[in-house]
């Protein structure tokens, strides 16, 4: 069984190596949205224009349809006696876990912060209401309400709708929930897919209309964020989860094919690692075969391994660095020993950098600080990590005297009237005129 994922290492040199590595990144790329030839994209715009033109009723509809559970309106919504009742059962010693992680990301993105630069020509705001959406599975997804409800806290925002499918005996996991109440989050709704990111778009009776939207989600999330944008602003379109990981000899094979696992188990992730060592490449390949067999989902894992992921061993770490900052992934790591930080510095493109042994991505998902919430599929060559400062937006402020309108007119008629727009040019002439 695991002799397949032999064809998982590539070598620079190899015939097609580079095609290899850029159909991969092909690959991940179309696994985050549908593509608008695609059925599902077509679908996902119906049941945006439903949800806009039913509402609640669209919402019941689709949420019976998709998830099996039929909830009335009125049920849409977890109680406040449901938030607190899961808050009062959670074990303690998470609960202690939880809060030391949310006081993390407080202390981080307060550092961060950007709003209290004062400038008399730029005003920023705040944007309200924000939507989060939290994926639905069995297991319970807190951390995704942390990564994303904590900085736009910290930047001032009160009005926070949360929505989930109801995928844990027809509502949301209470971990979940008791996350939202110790947050402080009271409109939580047990609603998901394309039709909750269409509610909180367009608005319906029951969940308010929503300025910006933020969170993970599968292509059907992702692929409803793409079309919405514009009516509201989003994150990204993000998805599948993926690292990349920069090693050389001194690393820990058995570390770095744990850290491989680790993303692919999202099922969908990559995990591509770079190294300019042979040697080095083919003991990771047998820490993962040798890993992947523990796993619950051994066969499964196989062939994410083999679709999404790649051990690719190129002539020297230079080509492996470059190589890094073309694919532009959502995490890189670097496992180099001593020369961990050196290379930090040549990494241009990352949504975040976990750099030696002892920083894996998980500590990043849960505790140091910066939210989880990344660009992904080559996103980092022009996007960042969600922060506090996404959720202001800024406004210019213009102020002329007389005098100053004055001084600048000649110059300013000139422009208007180089580009044709007379009425341009008439608005400041006018003012000139006695």
């Not at 709003?115 to 005003?123: D, E, L, P, V």
């Not at 709704?189 to 933020?214: E, F, L």
Request: net charge negative; proline share 5%.
């Amino acid at each position: 069984m695991n002799d397949e994922l032999d064809q998982i290492l590539v070598s620079e040199g190899q015939p097609g190596f580079p095609c290899k590595l850029g159909e991969l990144r092909g690959l991940v790329m179309n696994a985050a949205t549908f593509g608008p030839y695609e059925n599902e994209f077509k679908r996902v715009g119906e049941i945006i224009w439903e949800v806009g033109e039913q509402g609640d009723k669209a919402l019941r509809k689709f949420t019976k349809d998709y998830d099996g559970v039929d909830l009335t309106p009125e049920e849409f919504q977890i109680s406040k006696e449901e938030l607190e009742k899961a808050h009062g059962e959670i074990d303690k010693q998470l609960l202690k876990s939880l809060r030391q992680a949310i006081e993390n990301v407080r202390k981080y993105q307060k550092e961060i912060f950007i709003s209290a630069k004062k400038h008399s020509g730029i005003r920023y705001k705040l944007i309200k209401p924000i939507g989060i959406y939290v994926p639905g599975a069995s297991a319970p997804l807190p951390s995704t309400v942390i990564m994303c409800a904590v900085p736009a806290q910290v930047a001032g925002v009160e009005e926070i709708v949360v929505v989930s499918p109801p995928r844990y005996k027809g509502s949301i996991h209470p971990t979940t929930l008791a996350v939202c109440y110790e947050l402080g989050i009271e409109e939580v709704y047990r609603i998901g897919g394309a039709q909750a990111i269409a509610a909180m778009a367009r608005g319906t009776t029951v969940i308010k209309k929503v300025d910006k939207i933020v969170g993970p989600g599968n292509k059907w999330v992702q692929t409803a964020k793409q079309i919405v944008l514009g009516w509201v602003g989003i994150d990204s379109m993000a998805g599948p989860s993926e690292v990349l990981i920069i090693a050389n000899e001194k690393a820990n094979p058995a570390w770095v094919a744990a850290d491989m696992l680790s993303q692919v188990e999202h099922a969908p992730g990559s995990a591509v690692v770079v190294t300019a060592s042979k040697e080095f490449g083919k003991k990771v390949l047998d820490e993962v075969k040798k890993q992947v067999k523990q796993l619950s989902r051994a066969q499964e894992t196989i062939e994410y391994m083999i679709k999404y992921s790649r051990i690719a061993v190129f002539n020297n770490m230079d080509s492996a660095i470059e190589c890094a900052n073309e694919f532009a992934p959502e995490h890189l790591e670097i496992q180099c020993g001593d020369e961990s930080k050196k290379i930090a510095e040549k990494i241009e493109n990352a949504g975040a950098i976990f750099i030696g042994d002892y920083s894996p991505v998980a500590v990043g998902d849960y505790w140091a600080g910066p939210s989880h919430t990344l660009p992904t599929g080559g996103g980092a060559r022009f996007s960042s990590a969600l922060t506090a400062n996404d959720f202001i937006k800024s406004t210019s402020i213009i102020e002329y005297s007389k005098e100053k309108l004055a001084e600048s007119a000649e110059d300013i008629i000139r422009l208007a009237e180089a580009e044709g727009l007379d009425a341009h040019a008439k608005s400041v002439k006018i003012r000139q005129e006695k």
